[in-house]
C-alpha cells in the first residue's frame, strides 16, 4: 500500500434519487455565489411513454490523474497535490479560461465576483481535517463514498473491486477520479438530455444535426 493517499469518489447512480442536497450542500459549503455551480445534478428522461424514465446524473470536478487543466495553465494557476486533488491558486488565476476551454466535462466558472477560475476540489478543507466532502455527509441516500484509492482495504477501493463502474468520457485520457456505479452511456453524453428550449434561436441553428 502506497505512503501517499490518493482521493477520488464513488457515485452509485442506483441509490441517488437526484435532490440536488450534493449541489445545495457545495454552494453553503464553499460560498458559491448564486449565478454558478461547482457541482449540479443533470436530470435526463429516456424511452417513451409509459415506458420513459428519469435519471439523475450528479456532475462534479473528476480531480482527473491526467489532468489537462493543469498543462494547459499559462501562469501555473492550476496545479496538482501529492493526493490527487486539482487546485487553484486565486493569486496567480488571470481568468483567462484556458482551463476551462480545455477541461473535457465543462466543470469549471468563473468566479464572478471575484473574477478567478474555480471549481469542485472535493472539500480538501474538510479532508484535510479528516471529515469528508460536505456532498458526501449531505446525500441522504448514501449514493457517494468517498476515500483513498490507494488503500486497498478503503471502503472505496472495495466498491471499485466489487462494482462494474464507469467514468465520464474515458476516450479523453484524463483518467478521472470520480467514478460511478450503473453509468447509462445514453445519459452520461452531455448532449443528451438537453431542453433545446434553453437555447437561443442561433444556437440551435449552431447545433442543428448535433441532437438526435
Given at each position: 500500500m502506497s505512503n501517499t493517499k490518493k482521493w477520488g469518489m464513488v457515485i452509485d447512480l442506483n441509490k441517488c434519487v437526484g435532490c440536488h442536497s450534493c449541489s445545495v450542500a457545495c454552494k453553503t459549503e464553499n460560498e458559491v455565489p448564486p449565478a454558478v455551480f461547482r457541482s449540479w445534478v443533470k436530470i435526463s428522461e429516456k424511452g417513451n411513454f409509459?415506458?420513459?424514465?428519469?435519471s439523475a446524473?450528479?456532475?462534479?470536478?473528476?480531480?482527473?490523474?491526467?489532468?489537462?487543466?493543469?498543462?494547459?495553465?499559462?501562469?501555473?494557476?492550476?496545479?496538482?497535490r501529492p493526493d490527487g486533488i486539482v487546485m487553484i491558486d486565486p493569486h496567480k488565476c488571470v481568468g483567462c479560461k484556458y482551463c476551462m476551454a480545455a477541461c473535457p466535462y465543462q466543470v469549471r466558472h468563473i468566479n464572478p465576483v471575484r473574477r478567478y477560475a474555480q471549481k469542485c476540489f472535493f472539500c480538501y478543507h474538510r479532508i484535510d481535517n479528516g471529515l469528508?466532502?460536505?456532498?458526501?455527509?449531505?446525500?441522504?441516500?448514501?449514493?457517494?463514498t468517498f476515500g483513498d484509492l490507494n488503500d486497498p482495504a478503503s471502503e472505496i477501493s472495495v466498491?471499485?473491486?466489487?462494482?462494474?463502474?464507469s467514468v465520464l468520457k474515458p476516450e479523453a485520457g484524463t483518467k478521472p477520479n470520480v467514478y460511478y456505479i450503473g453509468l447509462d452511456k445514453d445519459i452520461a453524453n452531455p448532449l443528451k438530455g438537453v431542453d433545446l428550449e434553453h437555447f437561443r434561436h442561433h444556437d440551435i441553428e449552431l447545433l442543428d444535426g448535433v441532437f438526435e
Open positions: 409509459p415506458e420513459a424514465k428519469s446524473l450528479p456532475v462534479l470536478c473528476n480531480n482527473c490523474e491526467n489532468a489537462v487543466c493543469v498543462r494547459v495553465c499559462p501562469v501555473t494557476a492550476s496545479y496538482q469528508k466532502p460536505a456532498c458526501v455527509d449531505t446525500c441522504p441516500s448514501g449514493a457517494r466498491m471499485l473491486v466489487n462494482n462494474s463502474t
